[in-house]
């Protein structure tokens, strides 16, 4: 009898039990990347170069990392599941030619290659990845871009398998740019510069490198709204604005880097004689240095005193109520 009732104690305990793990499974994520991902870790370990298995600790290794609803109604990675971590055959494809090979010879490459010396290209693999990343603003003029039509893939600068990637990093971000930038390399060591060498900010502050409706991948739909986000105390308005200023500060700043001070192209008064001639009629430029017009405003006088922002001190605009002749004045 006593055996009778520890058995069915027992029983009754074993479903308990039971009931609450499989509530709990049917609460919790299904663990995609483990299932998913056994048979490509079978081969490719923590020794492989690079170290595969670090994508782990990033967010395309987080099996918890959900998102919500995609907007379109299309799943993603072939499940009904919402969650965003891929597996190795989303991103490399199913790959059955690699995984089935027994032979004895060089083992097929999967069915997407990111590296080495044959990668797929570059169409393929960038469509692999807006499989995931094409939900957002920031890449919607991703398509027919410079970066796009010139074939830069994702890969080129992003690195997904690594902890911490280099190019969402401020400090690093400018090292992955410098990769192709060359000459803009050369311009930030100069001494008048931005202070992305310091740390202090990243191309990605005023580029967007999936495109933009702006010139030259700027965040903004124009260089100098770009450059208003953090220069505010420029755009006015004024009541005698500077028609260079208004149309691109490129004109008469080189933002990467001069040596120039406050990163003009060149030094005044020889950057404002690109656009202005001489005060009088006689001198046809300031820099002559001939003294054919007497008076202060003589050629030597501003060429030697380089003499213009000392009146012009306001030369992106003024609101000076002066004269037409008297305008960016303080």
């Known amino acids: 009898m006593k055996l009778m009732r520890r058995l069915m104690t027992w029983c009754v305990a074993a479903g308990v039990v039971l009931c609450v793990s499989s ?19 079978a081969c490719h370990d923590e020794s492989d170069a690079p170290e595969l298995l670090a994508i ?80 957002d603003s920031k890449r919607d003029h991703w398509d027919g871009s410079v970066h796009q039509t010139r074939d830069v893939t994702c890969s080129a600068c992003h690195k997904a398998h690594v902890a911490k990637d280099p190019v969402r990093d401020k400090r690093m971000q400018s090292e992955t740019c410098f990769a192709c930038h060359k ?58 604005s500077h028609q260079p200023v208004d149309e691109n500060c490129g004109n008469c700043h080189e933002a990467h880097g001069t040596t120039a001070p406050s990163l003009l192209k060149s030094r005044p008064p020889f950057l404002c004689q690109t656009c202005h001639t001489t005060h009088g009629a006689i001198q046809p430029s300031v820099a002559s240095g001939s003294v054919g017009n007497p008076g202060w405003w003589n050629g030597a006088a501003i060429t030697q005193g380089r003499g213009c922002l000392n009146c012009h001190t306001q030369v992106h605009g003024s609101n000076n109520p002066a004269s037409a002749g008297q305008r960016l004045f303080r």
């Open 23 to 41: 509530v709990q499974a049917a609460d919790e994520p299904q663990d995609l990347v483990l299932k998913g991902d056994a048979a490509c870790t």
């Open 183 to 240: 000459a803009q390399r050369t311009q930030l060591n100069k001494p008048s510069h931005h202070p992305l060498v310091e740390g202090k900010m990243s191309c990605s502050d005023c580029h967007n490198p999936h495109g933009s409706a702006g010139p030259s991948l700027m965040k903004r739909d124009s260089v100098v709204d770009t450059c208003y986000a953090c220069h505010m105390e420029k755009r006015g308005p004024f009541v005698h």
């Open 56 to 135: 782990g600790k990033t967010r395309h290794g987080t099996v918890a990392d959900t998102r919500p609803p995609n907007p379109i109604g299309k799943t993603r990675h072939g499940t009904q599941t919402d969650i965003r971590t891929p597996t190795c055959t989303s991103c490399h494809g199913a790959s059955e030619a690699h995984l089935d090979y027994k032979g004895s010879g060089k083992r097929p490459h999967p069915d997407v290659v990111y590296g080495g010396k044959t990668p797929s290209s570059a169409q393929v693999r960038n469509e692999t990845c807006q499989e995931c990343h094409s939900h």
